[in-house]
């Protein structure tokens, strides 16, 4: 029987700590369409690049991993001379990884509840709720993040277990909505402009978005666990979207 797939992205990834060319097999490079706007397409075969990486003696570390029908996506810390955080999110077609995104930021925290960018739950629970959930956070961002109906924050956050991940923020609804209210020049700091794409795995579910963070054009990636119908944990990445002429393909961050 064949490895789960997020079992065989697992391998992948841990093998730029390796330098083991066998978990490449996972990826149809024929196909492979690369959405990370610093990476070249085609011009270096994966094992290859793998390789030379691990040379550099870098850290590997999937936290938590999820699969959606042909997607998987998976929470992950990275040393790369620097420790980053990272989504990445593989789709696959007839076995094979063919599709890639993700979106990686400095590893910084922990935040004022004492928290990493990559502690707490792990394990997705409620499978038979995956729908509920992901329609639940697609209505929870584009209301709240996207149209700022703060208002309605409660309605979809557990006032009394929310936990926060995010390295300049803490637990709780209150520091969440001061947040979301903070202005920079006049315009709302943090602003959502898009839902783009909602993957779930039972009670974890992980919007992506792009929106400008303090002016600059960015894309959010929110993971968030679900317990009772309310968003009970919350982690993230934010990345600064590179402007289009500093493109190393043509595919686009989403």
């Known amino acids: 029987m064949a490895a789960a797939k997020k079992e065989q992205i697992r391998a992948l990834l841990k093998s730029i700590e390796t330098g083991d060319p066998k978990p490449v097999a996972v990826v149809n490079e024929a196909k ?17 690049l793998f390789k030379r990486l691990s040379k550099t003696e870098p850290r590997v570390n999937m936290v938590r991993a999820f699969e959606d029908g042909e997607f998987v996506f998976a929470h992950m810390e990275y040393d790369f001379s620097s420790r980053k955080i990272c989504f990445e999110v593989f789709r696959f077609e007839d076995g094979q ?34 729908e509920n959930n992901r329609a639940l956070i697609r209505s929870f961002v584009e209301a709240v993040f996207v149209d700022g109906q703060l208002d309605r924050l409660t ?25 979301l209210e903070a ?3 006049g315009r709302r700091r943090i602003d959502y402009h898009r839902v783009h794409r909602v993957l ?10 792009e929106g400008n963070h303090s002016d600059v054009h960015s894309a959010f990636y929110d993971l968030f666990r679900l317990v009772n119908g309310k968003v009970a944990e919350h982690w993230d990445t934010t990345e600064k979207i590179a402007p289009r002429s500093e493109w190393k393909n043509e595919n686009g961050k989403f």
């Open 183 to 185: 202005e920079h020049n």
């Open 97 to 130: 990884a063919v599709e890639h995104w993700d979106n990686i930021q400095e590893r910084l925290g922990p935040n004022q509840s004492g928290r990493s960018m990559v502690d707490g739950s792990t394990d997705a629970t409620d499978h038979d709720l995956t």
């Open 155 to 179: 309605e979809f956050v557990d006032e009394e277990a929310y936990t926060e991940h995010n390295p300049h923020l803490g637990d709780g609804v209150i520091v969440l909505q001061s947040a």
């Open 200 to 209: 779930a795995e039972g009670s974890f579910v992980l919007c992506v978005s």
């Open 32 to 48: 492979y369409i690369q959405h990370n706007p610093q990476t070249h397409e085609g011009s270096e075969g994966l094992a290859s």
